[in-house]
């Protein structure tokens, strides 16, 4: 849906605009787009880098696939036509934390790359990091914390993503992170230190 059907409505533009918080921030608002299999490790993950920010004075939010099917998205299930839905509104609602000026990290699988692109082109570039928690079937299934795959062999659960759905690896991620490679705080930092490298935070001081 690229149209809204609702009529007689204008955009109304910002008093505070997204660089006056920026200044006074002195970090960027922009969104951080996990994406991998299921049990790759993204929203452990997200919230660590949020744990990161916290520490250095960002202001962030993690919207995780769960927490929004609970509220926001919960009308819908895992059909294709649901997946591409819920990914469009998790673009948007991202978009407008990052133009409140806050640091939006997303932990969904996102399986198609049409969808995560959609969400990219809500925003200026340089402001939609996309982040590939790059993990093999073997390691996610071995993980399985929810027992999830092991209900997806059994054919319990139908459209899951890497068994009976197919998941598309990004081709062009920002940040590719092997989770099954190095541990989470590496990981983390492997963020944390692209974001300064690209002037989206300042770089903490030398001690």
Known sequence: MSEPKSTNIT???PVVTREDKEERNRYKGVVLWLTGLPSSG???LAHEIERCLFERGCSS??????NIRHGLNKDLGFSPEDRNENIRRIGEVAHLFADAGVIALTAFISPYRADRNQARSL?????FIEIFCKCSVEECE????KGLWK??????IPEFTGVAAPYEEPLAAELVIE???YGLAECAEQVVRYLEEHDIMQRAPQS
């Open 11 to 13: 955009w109304h533009k």
């Open 42 to 44: 993204k929203s452990t």
């Open 61 to 66: 939010y993690v919207l995780d696939g769960d």
């Open 123 to 127: 925003n200026e570039p340089g402001r």
């Open 142 to 145: 071995s993980r399985d914390p």
């Open 151 to 156: 209900k997806a062999r059994k054919g319990e």
């Open 179 to 181: 989770t099954d490679r």
